[in-house]
């Protein structure tokens, strides 16, 4: 299977999807003439150790030239300006020019880092991405967003396509449980955002999905990519509809700069920030009770929502007043029509959303 993504710039990404190496048979997409080089972490370069050999070699044969392999620290922390300049570093060093083709084989960090860096290289080459985590593969590595941290989460970044997105589903059984789980806040999040028959459909998927039932998992991960580009298509540039995916992201952003990273995976900082955005939302009376509670209890289901450290009010001022999608004093969250349930935009003064988060101290009751 092999959708193309096209947005309003013409760039386009080739999505193909296969169980492992033994059916990512042909190259011919990849320009032959181009030099290919990896970025990866220690992390993955030990737990797919093969993997990354056999692909190796399958560029070597397609290229005629050798694969060099960029090695970074993965996790949140290291994304950041010293990290983007060893890797610049390394590709001076290698002698690597415009005709390079970067491929990123990771989780969220390494295609984050990967698409900022191939973007900014030499103004610009070609890449491509291969996402070895479930949570990479729904969402981080789609929809052309790249970047890294500075002062504030993704406080610097591009947006441009992968030319191939890559999925291997094989990939995710080394993936540890914790971050299994955790990715499902962004699969609950899309479901939320199409509506009530989509969330009542992964309530009926829990027990295959906790089970890692393969067709199952496959599905969702189709299903989600199909649903984020369809968002992404509309709004390419993150101006109106594709800021109805930064539900949760706003308080999650927070939780996670608050704690350094260290307390909460980003699947469990995004579920806290929509639990606690349902029940600010249901509190300042723009979304119903019973509506914040049902979204709260699926997320419950999940297990994502498990220890909670409230924040000073200060705290939440300061790290909110960061948030890149605020105008002026203004937060942008995503809410929801009471009679519908379609997601729309709103728009909160900072301290309002302050005085109500220093009150909420338990993300599953209202």
């Not at 990771?106 to 290289?121: E, K």
């Not at 995004?270 to 019973?290: C, H, R, T």
Request: net charge positive.
């Amino acid at each position: 299977m092999r959708p193309q993504f096209k947005t309003s710039y013409h760039e386009t990404c080739t999505i193909s999807f296969h169980n492992n190496l033994t059916t990512f048979t042909s190259l011919k997409a990849f320009d032959k003439s181009k030099r290919v080089v990896f970025l990866t972490s220690p992390k993955v370069r030990s737990a797919q150790s093969q993997f990354i050999f056999q692909l190796k070699k399958k560029f070597e044969r397609h290229t005629k030239k050798s694969v060099d392999i960029i090695i970074i620290r993965d996790g949140e922390p290291h994304k950041n300006l010293q990290t983007y300049q060893k890797i610049i570093s390394k590709l001076v060093a290698l002698k690597c020019d415009r005709h390079t083709h970067l491929i990123a084989i990771g989780g969220g960090v390494i295609t984050d880092m990967a698409g900022f860096v191939a973007t900014t290289f030499m103004r610009g080459i070609t890449f491509s991405f291969i996402p070895t985590t479930l949570m990479a593969m729904v969402d981080a590595s789609v929809g052309g967003k790249n970047g890294l941290d500075y002062n504030g989460k993704n406080l610097i970044g591009t947006i441009a396509q992968p030319h191939h997105l890559i999925i291997f589903t094989d990939l995710l059984a080394t993936l540890n449980t914790r971050d299994y789980h955790s990715a499902w806040a962004e699969v609950i999040k899309h479901a939320l955002l199409q509506g009530p028959q989509a969330i009542k459909k992964i309530s009926r998927y829990k027990d295959r999905i906790i089970k890692r039932d393969s067709k199952t998992i496959l599905k969702l991960i189709k299903e989600n990519i199909d649903f984020k580009l369809r968002i992404v298509s509309q709004d390419v540039n993150d101006s109106h509809t594709r800021q109805w995916l930064n539900l949760g992201h706003t308080i999650g952003h927070a939780l996670e700069t608050a704690t350094d990273f260290k307390t909460y995976t980003h699947g469990e900082a995004v579920a806290l920030g929509m639990a606690l955005e349902m029940q600010l939302l249901s509190k300042l009376n723009i979304i119903p009770f019973e509506f914040a509670q049902q979204v709260i209890n699926v997320l419950d289901e999940f297990g994502l929502l498990g220890k909670f450290n409230p924040l000073p009010a200060s705290t939440w001022k300061k790290l909110l007043q960061k948030d890149k999608k605020k105008k002026g004093q203004m937060l942008t969250l995503t809410a929801f029509h009471p009679s519908t349930f379609q997601p729309k935009l709103v728009s909160l003064d900072i301290d309002e959303v302050v005085k109500c988060l220093r009150l909420l101290k338990n993300p599953k009751i209202i």
